[in-house]
T-cell receptor, first 114, second 116 residues
């Protein structure tokens, strides 16, 4: 059974903290994505990666960075967490290049910044 | 928690009935469309996709219809079951243009409630 695993289901962090969200996939996919999901705004792409050590900005990269040191792992970093980064974060991977194309999503990490 | 006052469109159907979930897309240049299902507490799950050179595609109990004239997409679920209760998202894939990268635009979702 294919799997995308996010390290935490729920996180509570303080304003100004550096936050790491980890995502691992076991399907040998080259393409990985980070989204945030907010009511009324839908899914918005933060960053994506088509290869190890490669990253590209999505629609809302400000305040975030990513790391892809290994093919199976894609990390999202909040350099200095702020309350407007409270959200559901979703990681996805896909075999086919292109956002959303037959993508497999993790279960999500609900981050609250206080 | 969820924001107060921001409610998804909701479709309520009886178990066994057919469901039709509609989606209007924005860009006439979009060349690929996708439907995802998101159950409570889970990430979105790919259901079916369709290219712009097609007007219909069928999967297992699901059919997607594309009407490019009016920029409309629909997802039909046959014999709806309680396990189909979820939020359904459509997304359109806009090809690269004038220096812009290919872009996926997600809809806000429709909540499907299946009554036993």
């Amino acid at each position: 059974d294919v799997k995308v695993t996010q390290s935490s289901r729920y996180l509570v962090k303080r304003t100004g903290e550096k936050v790491f969200l980890e995502c691992v996939q076991d399907m040998d996919h080259e393409n990985m994505f980070w989204y945030r999901q907010d009511p009324g705004l839908g899914l918005r792409l933060i960053y994506f990666s088509y290869d190890v050590k490669m990253k590209e900005k999505g629609d809302i990269p400000e305040g975030y960075s990513v790391s892809r040191e290994k093919k199976e792992r894609f990390s999202l970093i909040l350099e200095s967490a702020s309350t407007n980064q409270t959200s559901m974060y979703l990681c996805a991977s896909s075999l086919l290049r292109g956002q959303g194309r037959e993508a497999f999503f993790g279960q999500g990490t609900r981050l609250t910044v206080v | 928690g969820e924001s107060v006052g921001l409610h998804l469109p909701t479709l309520s159907v009886q178990e066994g009935d057919n469901s039709i979930i509609n989606c209007a897309y924005s860009n006439s240049a979009s060349d690929y469309f996708i439907w995802y299902k998101q159950e409570s507490g889970k990430g979105p799950q790919f259901i079916i996709d369709i290219r712009s050179n097609m007007d219909k595609r069928q999967g297992q109990r699901v059919t997607v219809l594309l009407n490019k004239t009016v920029k409309h997409l629909s997802l039909q679920i046959a014999a709806t079951q309680p396990g189909d209760s979820a939020v359904y998202f459509c997304a359109e894939n806009v090809p690269p243009n004038a220096g812009n990268n290919r872009k996926l635009i997600w809809g806000l979702g429709t909540s499907l409630a299946v009554n036993p």
